[in-house]
Nanobody, 125 residues
Framework: QVRLVESGGGLVQPGGSLRLSCAASGRMFRSRVMGWFRQAPEKEREFVASIRWNSGDTYYAESVKGRFTVSADDAGNTVYLQMSSLEPEDTAVYYC??????????????????WGQGTQVTVQS
């Protein structure tokens, strides 16, 4: 069983920055993808960013391109989401997710087997 624990959320003003972390533990496939999703109140969960650990390939939602950066440590046990130029529309609970690399797009929630509990990000003046 893989356990994912997010941290780093909080309250930030528009234009500010936050870095989320996701600590993964347990037995994981070496060829894995780690993703970030978010869910705002009364909205569906949506893809934010993901990284294929063994290749370093990254993927971003159009709404966060140029503002967010996803990365992972060398061991692939911690994934980060650096968020800059935050906007009120970025307010949501952010979830970390893990899955093996497969034919399913890393932008799809179906590609992920395990999910964290989420961390709240609130962007307001």
């Amino acid at each position: 069983q893989v356990r994912l624990v997010e941290s780093g959320g909080g309250l930030v003003q528009p234009g500010g920055s936050l870095r989320l972390s996701c600590a993964a533990s347990g037995r994981m496939f070496r060829s894995r993808v780690m993703g970030w999703f978010r869910q705002a109140p009364e909205k569906e969960r949506e893809f934010v960013a993901s990284i294929r650990w063994n290749s370093g390939d990254t993927y971003y939602a159009e709404s966060v391109k140029g503002r967010f950066t996803v990365s992972a440590d060398d061991a692939g046990n911690t994934v980060y989401l650096q968020m800059s130029s935050l906007e009120p529309e970025d307010t949501a609970v952010y979830y970390c997710a893990y899955g093996p690399i497969s034919t399913i797009s890393p932008l799809s929630a179906r590609a992920y087997f395990n999910w964290g509990q989420g961390t709240q990000v609130t962007v307001q003046s």
